[in-house]
């Protein structure tokens, strides 16, 4: 509720008492603070959404034989984009199993690929890690085979 009075009407100690002669600046300070820090992380945000332009799911995986694992994933690119998929294949104690990176040549902007992982035994999970540009940084954990085993060689063949 506004003062029935002007600030010229009241003596000085009036006017300190009743907040007549003190500025908000701690209170604007804060304000254009918080309004600094959102519009920052806003702006961060918007940035980050722009330059990811590829975007990737696994649709589904199948492990028959025990040697390999069927991984099916799609990606969506610039047609003029070269990328680089990362799979792999674990077992229950989240060891790797079958490990690789999947190039994926410019062309089509939607790509649905099926990808003949070998593994070393049946695989309890795959998954499709990260799809880059190519030549980018992957930016995911490399191969986790135990000490002294080998990765099998890509891809599945009969």
């Known amino acids: 509720m506004p003062s029935p009075f002007r600030k010229d009407q009241l003596s000085p100690a009036m006017q300190e008492r009743y907040g007549f002669g003190k500025g908000h600046t701690t ?28 975007q990737f799911r696994l649709l589904a995986w199948n492990d028959l034989p ?21 799979i792999r294949a674990q077992d229950r104690n989240r060891i790797d199993l079958g490990y690789q990176e999947v190039a994926i040549p410019p062309g089509s902007a ?5 990808y003949r992982l070998r593994t070393l035994a049946p695989a309890f999970t795959a998954e499709l890690l990260t799809c880059v540009a190519q030549g980018e940084v992957t930016r995911v954990p490399g191969p986790q085979f135990p000490a002294g085993v080998a990765p099998p060689a890509q891809p599945w063949t009969n």
């Not at 025990?66 to 990362?86: G, M, Q, S, W």
């Not at 939607?110 to 099926?114: A, N, R």
């Open 110 to 114: 939607y790509q649905q690929i099926t």
């Open 27 to 54: 209170r604007n300070v804060v304000v254009i603070g918080v309004i600094s820090v959102f519009a920052a992380i806003l702006a961060f945000v918007v940035v980050s959404l722009a330059q990811n332009n590829i």
């Open 66 to 86: 025990p040697d390999r694992v069927d991984i099916t994933f799609e990606v969506r690119k610039p047609e003029d984009l070269a990328v680089v998929c990362v």
